[in-house]
């Protein structure tokens, strides 16, 4: 692989935490990330990784959980929809509606839809149903491909094993995807002396160290090629050695998936 330069005229340049980019680079299928206040966690990992599982699994309903349904849309939701509009240029209206029917020319969910209320939904047919754990009974039925929730630390461990069933989506529609019946949590550290549940800390024992590792390096090779067909479309190269490049690319981004 050739070495790659950069210049403010040929990069599009944005600013991350260390964290959200190796985040970004590997982009697990299950993640459980316990961070510091200040780590834009919301605003930056869950909008980035949230918009990535959108574009991967279209048409597919998710769930956002929440401890209590106050606390999901007066801090959590707020801050995802800042993150998406102010760093992922996802805009509502355009990308999303809350609360309401998508436009009539969006693509729509594979699960048809009778009621937009709690729900965010996407242009290519995604739907978030937002969930708290404070009302269980409201959560039976539903039926979703990847759950997601902020300030894990309030959520409770017996409470939320009741909501992880819902996560049942259909393989044959949603198999192809590494994020298929995928976690994403985030927290900074819980107080169990104040009521606060670790149970994300018992997560850790799960994680192949690793597999991690060679996520990773698997990762750096994929972005280096996909930084190399970004500069040869830009410097308007010869069909066959864009193809040359595509192809590369399809065989790291199967051995990444």
């Given at each position: 692989?050739?070495?790659?330069?950069?210049?403010?005229e040929n990069?599009?340049?944005?600013?991350?935490?260390?964290?959200?980019?190796?985040?970004?680079?590997?982009?697990?299928?299950?993640?459980?990330?316990?961070a510091?206040?200040g780590?834009?966690?919301?605003?930056?990992?869950?909008?980035?990784?949230?918009?990535?599982?959108?574009?991967?699994?279209?048409?597919?309903?998710?769930?956002?959980?929440?401890d209590?349904?106050?606390?999901?849309?007066?801090?959590?939701?707020?801050?995802?929809?800042?993150?998406?509009?102010?760093?992922?240029?996802?805009?509502?209206?355009?990308?999303?509606?809350?609360?309401?029917?998508?436009?009539?020319?969006?693509?729509?969910?594979?699960?048809?839809?009778?009621?937009?209320?709690?729900?965010?939904?996407?242009?290519?047919?995604?739907?978030?149903?937002?969930?708290?754990?404070?009302?269980?009974?409201?959560?039976?039925?539903?039926?979703?491909?990847?759950?997601?929730?902020?300030?894990?630390?309030?959520?409770?461990?017996?409470?939320?094993?009741?909501?992880?069933?819902?996560?049942r989506?259909?393989?044959?529609?949603y198999?192809?995807?590494?994020?298929?019946?995928?976690?994403?949590?985030?927290?900074?550290?819980?107080?169990?002396?104040?009521?606060?549940?670790?149970?994300?800390?018992?997560?850790?024992?799960?994680?192949?160290?690793?597999?991690?590792?060679?996520?990773?390096?698997?990762?750096?090779?994929?972005?280096?090629?996909?930084?190399?067909?970004?500069?040869?479309?830009e410097?308007?190269c010869?069909?066959?050695?864009?193809?040359?490049?595509l192809?590369?690319?399809?065989?790291?981004?199967?051995?990444?998936?």
């Open positions: 692989m050739k070495k790659i330069k950069f210049s403010n990069a599009d340049l944005k600013y991350s935490n260390w964290i959200a980019t190796l985040i970004d680079l590997m982009k697990p299928a299950n993640l459980y990330l316990i510091g206040r780590t834009a966690k919301s605003t930056d990992i869950l909008a980035k990784r949230t918009i990535d599982i959108v574009y991967d699994i279209p048409r597919a309903s998710f769930a956002f959980v929440s209590t349904y106050v606390n999901l849309m007066t801090n959590i939701i707020p801050a995802i929809m800042l993150g998406w509009e102010s760093r992922m240029n996802f805009y509502e209206g355009i990308h999303f509606v809350a609360d309401e029917e998508p436009p009539a020319n969006w693509i729509k969910p594979y699960i048809k839809t009778f009621s937009y209320k709690h729900t965010l939904g996407t242009f290519n047919g995604c739907k978030f149903f937002l969930k708290s754990l404070d009302r269980p009974s409201i959560n039976a039925g539903i039926s979703v491909v990847h759950h997601f929730g902020d300030e894990a630390k309030y959520l409770n461990e017996s409470k939320l094993r009741k909501l992880f069933p819902t996560l989506g259909d393989a044959l529609l198999g192809h995807s590494h994020y298929y019946m995928g976690h994403t949590f985030c927290s900074d550290m819980a107080d169990p002396s104040i009521g606060e549940d670790d149970w994300m800390l018992r997560m850790e024992k799960k994680m192949d160290k690793q597999q991690i590792k060679t996520i990773l390096q698997c990762a750096f090779v994929v972005n280096d090629i996909n930084i190399e067909l970004i500069q040869a479309q410097n308007k010869s069909q066959r050695e864009i193809d040359k490049i192809k590369l690319k399809a065989r790291w981004d199967e051995r990444l998936s």
